[in-house]
Each structure stands twice: as C-alpha cells, then as structure tokens.
C-alpha cells in the first residue's frame, strides 16, 4: 500500500465525518423547532431580558397549550400583547376577574397591566439559552438560503468520499 492510496482513505474518511457531521447538526437542529410543534407546543424566541437569569436573551422556550384556571403563582406563561409574544411569571391568577397579574424576573414592578385569559397562549415548559438563535435564522429568507447550502455541501463532501474511496479501489 502506498503513500497516496493512504492519503486517500484518510482524505475520504475525513469528508464522509465532515459531510456526515454537517448534515446531522442540520437535521438536529431543525427538529429542535419542527417535532415540539406536532405535539401541540408553540415555539418562540426571547428577544427581551425581562426574564433574566431563568430565561436569557436569545432562549427558545416551548409554550404548551394550558387552560387559564390550571395556571399557579410562579408559573411561567407565554401571552400575548398587542403583536408580540411576552413570557412573564405569574404573580396572581384572578379566577373571578378572569385575569392574571405578571412580572419579569428582571423588574422591579409587577406588569402595569394584566393579562386576560383570552391573552393567554400557554405555560412555558422548557427553555434552552441560546437556541433561539436559530429561530431566527430559519425564518428568514438569507437563514433559509445558508441552511440550503449548508446541507448541500454537507452532501457533497459525503459524494467526495465515495468518489476518493472508488478511485483508491481503482488504483488497487
């Protein structure tokens, strides 16, 4: 076995890892946002740092469809107001009013107004730091794009290594 018949093997088993790597953190990584949704979760991105430490700027958080009346003091709920989407704890739920009272973690204050139940989209379950990154590029058009080409050359390094590994059986 020569030198260059060594280099190849090892040059293709390199682009396969790589290409094979490449491929599997996409597929990853867009599931992380797709399978939550087909269990009835809602999906958001935390753009404010009004629930810092417990959930970061730049967190995915996963929101689950509750009813009003299950909600308790201390949860964390996903509600909105006006066109956003805000993750506040409870402070008080107002069974009779039909209403909860909120505050970020980070302020001072309670929420100057309070939540409606029709306002209410759900329970916050689970967060992840950072995550929430990638909702942002997978929803926009460049994100799209980049994710394509991502996965394109992940799949063309996984075609250079068979490509390598029938030219090093040739020379064989």
């Known amino acids: 076995m020569n030198k260059r018949h060594k280099g190849g093997k090892l040059l293709s088993a390199l682009c396969n890892l790589l290409g094979t790597l490449?491929?599997?953190?996409?597929?990853?990584?867009?599931?992380?946002?797709?399978?939550?949704?087909f269990k009835d979760y809602h999906v958001y991105h935390v753009v404010s740092g009004s629930m810092t430490p417990e959930i970061?700027?730049?967190?995915?958080?996963?929101?689950?469809s509750t009813a009003?009346?299950?909600?308790q003091t201390d949860d964390i709920i996903a509600f909105r107001s006006g066109d956003s989407v805000i993750t506040h704890r409870v402070v008080t739920n107002h069974l009779v009013e039909?209403?909860?009272?909120?505050?970020?973690d980070a302020n001072e204050?309670?929420?100057?107004?309070?939540?409606?139940?029709?306002?209410?989209?759900?329970?916050?379950?689970?967060?992840y730091p950072y995550l929430g990154e990638l909702l942002v590029v997978y929803s926009t058009k460049i994100g799209k794009i980049y994710i394509i080409l991502f996965a394109?050359?992940?799949?063309?390094?996984?075609i250079l290594a068979s490509r390598?590994?029938?030219?090093?059986?040739e020379q064989e």
């Open 98 to 104: 039909g209403e909860f009272t909120t505050k970020g």
């Open 109 to 127: 204050v309670e929420d100057a107004n309070r939540v409606d139940y029709d306002e209410l989209i759900g329970k916050v379950v689970r967060h």
């Open 152 to 158: 394109a050359c992940g799949a063309m390094l996984n």
């Open 56 to 64: 970061p700027i730049g967190s995915i958080v996963y929101v689950q």
């Open 22 to 37: 490449i491929l599997l953190a996409i597929i990853a990584s867009c599931l992380l946002i797709v399978v939550p949704q």
């Open 68 to 71: 009003p009346e299950d909600i």
């Open 164 to 169: 390598i590994r029938a030219r090093c059986k």
